[in-house]
């Protein structure tokens, strides 16, 4: 009787290992619709204290999110279609790229629209003890002086340039 038990045991023991092997070894095959669900971890940024990290998620098709993580208070925001986070020295600003949905651009040239009459990016400058955003629309480029405290911007203008 305690034979039968232990070959008993014994089997019992050995279906439950070819059960979970069995249930390990199936593996998904990853096919195309996998490939569009990835992500891209880009531009990364860390304030002058380390107080704040900016990094944006960027997916194959679609529109980019940023995402800025608050160190001291461990709060996470994010801004859509955000990109190129810059933070000022005294980390009171992060000044980042809005870009143009990515629907309204696929749109826009599918319809063979000129690109000069295509919306231009903006900029957001957000204030990271309020939380407030403020955005100036139509800008070309951004960029912080040398001490990080001023911002400098360059705004696209329809205008032509008079001929002297």
Known sequence: MNNKKSIFYFLFALFIIMLNSSVFAQKKSIDHT???????????????????????????????????????????????????AKFSKDEK?????????????????????NRKKWPKDSIGIYNLQTGSIQKI????????????NVLTYLVNTNDALPVV
């Open 34 to 84: 996998d490939y569009a669900k990835w992500e891209t971890l880009k531009n990364t940024a860390i304030s002058e204290n380390g107080s704040y990290v900016s990094y944006e998620i960027q997916p194959l098709k679609g529109d980019t999110y940023l995402y800025i993580y608050n160190v001291q208070n461990q709060s996470l925001d994010s801004i859509y279609r955000a990109k190129s």
């Open 137 to 148: 629309a139509d800008v070309k480029s951004f960029e912080f002086d040398q001490d990080h």
């Open 93 to 113: 600003w992060m000044v980042y790229k809005i870009e143009t949905g990515y629907d309204t651009l696929r749109k826009l040239k599918l319809e063979k629209v």
